[in-house]
């Protein structure tokens, strides 16, 4: 399937109309960053999921990635922070209220970075000892 720059999309949607057979989509509507909503329904799946099974990993997705430069502690961290400030749902706090699983943006957070400097080890080695840590991480409910 391809997908319609806006220009096509426009037109496509005025041709539809016309036909009388275009469909208006509901827009959702923003809500200020704190307030608690209901999660969507596969959000709600998978909240259901680990209540039933709280010692699953089964939704960690572990990801093990190589930096080909040395890079600092603190460089990674405010990269890490920068890519939570982009996205929303890296932000996202999930808890019940009066039975109802709830999600609420919690704005700015320090991130949770995790540093493990295996420079000290040979590179067959420090890969190994990466493959564990992760795999060991990626276990962790």
Not at 35 to 61: G, H, K, M
Not at 69 to 82: H, I, K, P, S
Not at 116 to 135: C, F, K, V, W, Y
Request: glycine fraction near 4%; charge should be neutral; aromatic fraction near 4%.
């Amino acid at each position: 399937m391809t997908t319609l720059d806006v220009d096509k999309q426009r037109l496509l949607m005025k041709m539809l109309r016309e036909r009388g057979t275009a469909v208006e989509v509901p827009r959702i509507a923003p809500v200020p960053r704190g307030t608690a909503v209901p999660l969507n329904s596969p959000q709600a799946r998978i909240w259901f999921s680990c209540r039933q099974y709280p010692d699953s990993s089964e939704y960690s997705i572990p990801d093990l990635r190589i930096m080909e430069r040395a890079l600092d502690f603190a460089t990674l961290r405010a990269a890490t922070a920068e890519l939570m400030a982009r996205h929303d749902i890296l932000r996202v706090r999930m808890f019940e209220r009066d039975g109802v699983p709830m999600q609420q943006d919690c704005g700015p957070i320090e991130p949770p970075v995790t540093w493990h400097d295996l420079r000290h080890l040979p590179a067959d080695q420090a890969a190994a000892e990466a493959t564990g840590i992760s795999n060991r991480a990626g276990q962790r409910p």
